[in-house]
């Protein structure tokens, strides 16, 4: 039989539903598959003994040695990202080369050609195996997977679902220390030299952002619903909601995966560049996308040649009704078409069997893992994620984490977002239950979630 294999999962939301369709490929060839919190990157080896460890990145310098540690025991590494899309061309040869300089890689799953071909001439190809699959959590945007996320509801107005971009905002009014250690290594790139100039952009765009919901409000036929980004956080569109009684009509969506979101809705708007167009162009859903500044930082003509752009607030109903009436413009169908085929292998349902299938015939021709220089710090960390997973946490659970943010809500918000985010047994058990179900009702039509 062969050794398992581990998914190391960074966002419940985001990665979970994908890693699950993995897991039940691999179950299908025989493989048997853990899905654990990115934090628990350690503790796995003592846990399962697997024969390869699936990360999404290998940035940090901890995670380039313990690669290293990993290929000593014999143990495959693998990096499937979570994000995998970078249109400057500096830019993506410069996060291949920092991303994972040193480490030891045995197979990376790339999203398209491009980033393959950006590895390649930092030298991975030397050591390391590509797999060009696609994006395997926008499986789950085809049948039989989008029955994860479609949803059951009255249709009384149409659901226009509008996604913000604007995740630098916040460092407008934050120490400047907070934007330079962020952006620090990337000041070798010319677009990036001026971030400052960006984040401003972004912090001026936000501002202007409800111009265009309230134009919608005032139409009086949509159902809006405003999902921030997920690292921007509801705060800020709390607030602005908050100031005028007409938006009360407006609902914020900060929980829902976005696949979900994107299936419930009859007309998506997006801001300037992001990956959120694309999977509306997946669903064939009506697109829209705001623009502010065009900021190099934050717009990409790769994208905008195939977007209904909007950069007047008083066009937008008018381009929703159109969109509603035409949802892909003739003149744009070809060009969103190459777009995927590029940057998204052509996105057909099939990303996450490609993964699996790669992954068992990696373990097949293996040798064993070597265990036997396991010390009792490895083992320790094992116990410490059986206990976990026996208490229904995650791997990293404080039980003090409550009170310390409470007593100390600045200095503990990241751990908390942190553990927030993180998969937990109970989280694994649902999405494996709910894909299997998919898997293996005979008319395709598990239980529908609202």
Same mark, same amino acid.
């Given at each position: 039989m062969?050794?398992?294999a581990v998914l190391?999962?960074?966002s419940k939301?985001?990665?979970l539903?994908g890693?699950?369709?993995?897991?039940?490929?691999?179950?299908?060839?025989?493989v048997? $598959?853990?899905?654990?919190?990115?934090?628990?990157?350690?503790?796995?080896?003592?846990a399962?003994?697997?024969g390869?460890?699936?990360?999404?990145?290998?940035t940090?310098?901890?995670l380039?040695?313990?690669?290293?540690?990993l290929?000593?025991?014999?143990?495959?590494?693998?990096?499937?990202?979570n994000?995998g899309?970078t249109?400057?061309?500096?830019?993506r040869?410069?996060?291949?080369n920092?991303r994972?300089k040193?480490?030891h890689?045995?197979h990376?799953? $790339?999203?398209?050609?491009?980033?393959?071909e950006?590895?390649?001439?930092?030298?991975?190809?030397?050591?390391t195996?590509f797999?060009?699959?696609?994006?395997?959590? +926008?499986?789950f945007?085809?049948?039989?997977?989008? *029955?994860l996320?479609e949803?059951e509801?009255?249709?009384r107005?149409p659901?226009?679902?509008?996604?913000?971009?604007f995740? =630098?905002a916040?460092f407008?009014?934050l120490?400047?220390?907070?934007a330079?250690?962020?952006?620090k290594?990337?000041l070798?790139?010319?677009r990036?030299r001026?971030y400052?100039?960006?984040?401003d952009?972004?912090? *001026?765009?936000r501002e202007?952002?409800?111009?265009?919901?309230?134009?919608?409000v005032?139409q009086?036929?949509?159902?809006?619903?405003?999902?921030?980004?997920?690292?921007e956080?509801?705060?800020?569109?709390?607030?602005?909601?908050?100031?005028?009684?007409?938006r009360?009509?407006?609902?914020?969506?900060?929980?829902?995966?976005?696949t979900?979101?994107?299936?419930?809705?009859?007309?998506?708007?997006?801001?300037?560049?992001?990956? =959120?167009? !694309?999977?509306?162009?997946?669903?064939?859903?009506?697109?829209?996308?705001?623009?502010?500044?065009?900021?190099?930082?934050?717009?990409?003509?790769?994208q905008?040649?195939a977007? !209904?752009e $909007?950069?007047?607030?008083h066009?937008?109903?008018?381009?929703v009704?159109?969109?509603?009436?035409?949802?892909?413009?003739?003149?744009?169908?070809?060009?969103? *078409?190459?777009h995927?085929?590029?940057?998204?292998s052509?996105?057909s349902?099939?990303?996450?069997? +490609?993964?699996?299938?790669?992954?068992?015939?990696?373990?097949?021709?293996?040798?064993?893992?070597d265990?036997?220089?396991?010390?009792?710090s490895a083992?320790?960390?094992?116990?410490?994620?059986?206990?976990?997973?026996?208490?229904?946490?995650a791997?990293?659970?404080?039980?003090?984490?409550?009170?310390?943010?409470?007593?100390m809500?600045?200095?503990?918000?990241?751990?908390?977002h942190?553990?927030?985010?993180?998969?937990?047994?109970?989280?694994?058990?649902?999405?494996?239950?709910?894909v299997?179900a998919i898997?293996?009702s005979k008319?395709?039509?598990?239980?529908?979630?609202?």
């Open positions: 062969a050794e398992p190391l999962v960074d939301h985001r990665d539903a890693a699950a369709l993995i897991a039940r490929h691999l179950a299908a060839r025989g048997e $598959c853990h899905l654990e919190p990115l934090e628990a990157f350690k503790a796995v080896v003592g399962h003994r697997p390869i460890i699936v990360f999404n990145h290998l940090a310098s901890h380039v040695a313990w690669s290293k540690r290929a000593a025991m014999n143990i495959l590494t693998a990096v499937l990202p994000e899309i249109y400057d061309d500096e830019a040869q410069y996060d291949a920092r994972h040193g480490a890689i045995d990376f799953f $790339c999203w398209n050609e491009k980033h393959r950006a590895l390649i001439s930092e030298g991975f190809g030397e050591r195996q797999h060009v699959v696609g994006v395997p959590r +926008f499986d945007y085809f049948e039989p997977w989008s *029955q996320f949803i509801r009255q249709r107005k659901r226009i679902l509008i996604c913000t971009n995740p =630098t916040r407008k009014t120490p400047r220390e907070h330079d250690a962020l952006f290594g990337w070798s790139i010319p990036y001026d400052w100039a960006g984040i952009e972004h912090y *001026q765009a202007r952002f409800f111009d265009f919901v309230d134009r919608l005032e009086d036929r949509y159902e809006i619903i405003v999902r921030p980004h997920p690292v956080g509801p705060e800020f569109y709390e607030k602005k909601i908050a100031e005028k009684p007409s009360k009509a407006v609902a914020l969506d900060v929980g829902t995966n976005v979900r979101a994107i299936i419930a809705a009859d007309l998506v708007i997006q801001c300037e560049t992001c990956t =959120t167009a !694309l999977e509306s162009w997946i669903r064939q859903k009506p697109t829209v996308s705001l623009v502010f500044g065009r900021n190099r930082l934050w717009y990409y003509q790769e905008a040649r977007c !209904l $909007c950069e007047d607030p066009r937008l109903p008018g381009l009704n159109d969109s509603l009436v035409n949802p892909v413009p003739t003149e744009l169908a070809a060009a969103r *078409q190459e995927l085929r590029i940057w998204c052509s996105p349902g099939h990303s996450s069997e +490609f993964v699996a299938k790669a992954i068992a015939k990696a373990l097949e021709q293996k040798a064993p893992a265990f036997s220089s396991l010390d009792f083992r320790r960390r094992g116990w410490r994620l059986h206990a976990a997973n026996a208490l229904g946490e791997y990293h659970y404080d039980p003090a984490l409550s009170l310390k943010r409470t007593l809500p600045r200095g503990y918000a990241m751990r908390s942190s553990y927030d985010k993180s998969i937990k047994p109970s989280d694994v058990t649902e999405a494996r239950a709910m299997n898997a293996e008319n395709g039509s598990p239980t529908r979630q609202s």
